[in-house]
């Protein structure tokens, strides 16, 4: 693999190297949320070149994995610290405000290894959360273009022997590319979705980097196909067991893209705050000799401050919530977290999408040039705020709250 990864190559590409060395292991929420903090600090440097020259983050991305923060929310139990979806919220979020497209690439990792804890067996927990705790990330071949809707899967897969043979073809494949093991969505002959695990370099598996959204462009998110892919039985994780009783599987999936979007929103406003400060012009009309002491910017700055916190405040009641859902794992419990974690996801939405706008509104005409690079962040929260459109979110919280009518369970909920 060449040192630097660009963007949309329209290649495949070869697997990464497993890690020389075991990643350090979180002790605790505490040290999570201060590995974030010292991480998101040097993520922030080059983000907007990574962006602008299509740069992949691989250097950051093994930082980021060797930190042991991928692996902060394995149990206790397994040798995780095992922190609460209230913590991994706040670390995602850290993230993603210095480079989103760093604080999405764990998304589909922390949801699969969610998966592996709630419906694998002993054995697979036991070895497949070893491998995580070591540092070895997980890239997903989940979505598919070209279904009729998003959980109308193709791909699929049928025993042989001991092995397990899938064909299909994913996009959307966010962290394949420079994943170690890659899960794969599969559909059984009785059409339940599994996930399978795979080696990265498993003959038949080959990852094409061909992402060309103009947002979160640094994701890779691009196809991945499975051509008589051979995979152990053992490396198969019956994931539709987790729809069919109450888990807290999909607002655990939500909950990560809504921190994505709050993360956004932050970085954003920050760079709004300091373009301001710095180098806008205050207008004619309001008698000042700064920017910042605009009475309207500052009314502006003022309402994007409330709006983020408010949404801060959701996502972190949501966490609280899901740990409620996964101690007590019952209608009600998981219910609520899934309203919970909708009621953020609107929010985040909302405030991601208002800051990209309102950064050019209150920075002025100059802070529109190629060479401040800010457009990103308004590419980035209108791409990643596509996910799991919040205009259901709105029905599903109406519903429940005026009819007692749970969210449906899956992933997108």
């Known amino acids: 693999m060449s040192l630097i990864l660009k963007v949309n190559s329209q290649q495949a590409e070869a697997a990464v190297p497993l890690p020389p060395q075991p990643a350090h292991i979180i002790r605790d929420d505490v040290e999570a949320i201060a590995i974030a903090h010292q991480l998101a600090e040097t993520f922030a440097r080059d983000a907007a070149l990574r962006d602008r020259e299509g740069i992949l983050p691989l250097k950051e991305l093994d930082a980021f994995s060797q930190s042991g923060l991928w692996a902060m929310a394995v149990p206790k139990q397994y040798g995780g610290a095992g922190v609460s979806w209230a913590t991994v919220a706040k670390v995602i979020a850290i993230i993603s405000a210095a480079d989103s497209a760093l604080g999405q690439l764990p998304q589909n990792h922390l949801a699969g290894v969610a998966h592996l804890v709630e419906d694998g067996s002993e054995t697979q927990k036991q070895t497949l959360l070893a491998e995580v ?89 691009g196809t991945v196909l499975l051509e008589n892919v051979r995979a152990s039985v053992s490396r198969v994780i019956p994931a539709y067991q987790a729809f069919e009783r109450p888990t807290a599987a999909g607002p655990i999936s939500q909950i990560i893209q809504a921190a994505v979007d709050v993360g956004i929103a932050r970085g954003t406003i920050e760079d709004t705050l300091r373009f301001v400060r710095e180098r806008s012009r205050p207008w004619i009309d309001s008698g000042q000799q700064r920017a910042s002491d605009d009475h309207f910017t500052l009314a502006a700055v003022g309402d994007l401050k409330i709006r983020l916190h408010a949404a801060e405040a959701l996502l972190w009641r949501a966490g609280e919530a899901i740990d409620r859902a996964l101690q007590q794992p019952d209608e009600l419990q998981v219910a609520e977290a899934s309203v919970a974690t909708a009621e953020a996801k609107v929010l985040t939405t909302e405030i991601a999408i208002l800051a990209g706008n309102k950064l050019f509104e209150l920075a002025g005409t100059r802070s529109t040039l190629q060479e401040y690079n800010l457009d990103r962040h308004w590419r980035n929260a209108r791409t990643h705020t596509l996910h799991d459109p919040v205009r259901w979110k709105y029905y599903h919280v109406g519903n429940y709250y005026l009819n007692g009518t749970p969210p449906p369970r899956h992933a997108w909920s």
């Open 133 to 221: 705790l070591a540092g070895l990330r997980w890239g997903n071949a989940f979505s598919e273009k070209n279904s009729p809707t998003v959980a109308d899967f193709q791909t699929r897969f049928h025993r042989e022997g001991e092995d397990v043979v899938i064909n299909g073809e994913k996009f959307y494949a966010t962290g394949a590319l420079l994943a170690h093991r890659i899960h794969a969505v599969a559909l059984d002959e009785q059409n339940r979705a599994h996930l399978i695990v795979l080696d990265r370099n498993t003959p038949g598996l080959t990852v094409i980097n061909n992402w060309s959204s103009f947002g979160q462009r640094t994701t890779a998110s």
